[in-house]
């Protein structure tokens, strides 16, 4: 039966990898020696194994084409509470049918809405940002972005405003702890 030990040491840049066969008494002397300190030249760096990238597929002349109407929506003074909302139309004029794989918000705060089935050619739809104003005042500027299989797979739709925050409530009186009540004999 063959036994086989691997041991990665690692020395400043340099790595040392020790295998053992059949000698296992020998192992751990070896191992010491592998673990000395190795005295090697910057030059000598153990370097990863470089890839080279997938070839991109060819240019689809048919390949949907993603277009907004508008890309950037300014919604101004908005007051806090309620949500302000705004859709982004587009259009597909490319000559396949567009699917929008994921459309992801920059923060929990802004929640998109986006059509989960296929966009024909030539058809249009629209893309919902909901921007959560709750407890928000202040200038806000969100984005949202969108990935498809359109010829540009990723658009950033932005959304901004300012949030004007809520006037204080007045607590309403209270009312007295105990009541008292008349006895109707």
């Known amino acids: 039966m063959k036994k086989l030990f691997l041991v990665l040491l690692a020395s400043g840049s340099m790595m040392t990898t020790f295998a053992q066969d059949k000698n296992v008494k020998a192992a751990p002397a070896a191992m010491k020696q592998a673990a000395a300190p190795v005295a090697a030249p910057a030059a ?30 300014d919604f101004g003074t908005v007051p806090e509470g309620p949500q302000a909302k705004f859709d982004f139309d587009f259009t597909n004029e490319g000559k396949e049918p567009l699917i929008l794989s994921n459309v992801q918000a920059s923060c929990g705060c802004t929640t998109p809405e986006w059509p989960k089935e296929p966009i024909l ?15 928000r005042p202040g200038a806000f500027t969100k984005s949202i972005t969108v990935t498809s299989n359109a010829k540009t797979p990723s658009v950033v739709l932005m959304i901004n405003g300012t949030v004007e925050k809520a006037p204080a409530t ?15 004999k």
């Open 44 to 73: 000598q760096a153990v370097a990863a194994p470089v890839q080279a990238a997938p070839a991109q597929p060819a240019d689809n002349p048919n390949a949907p084409v993603l277009k907004f109407k508008i890309e950037k929506h």
């Open 121 to 135: 050619p030539g058809k249009t739809s629209k893309v919902t940002a909901i921007y959560n104003t709750q407890g």
């Open 170 to 184: 007045t607590a309403p009186e209270k009312a007295p702890a105990t009541i008292s009540v008349p006895d109707h």
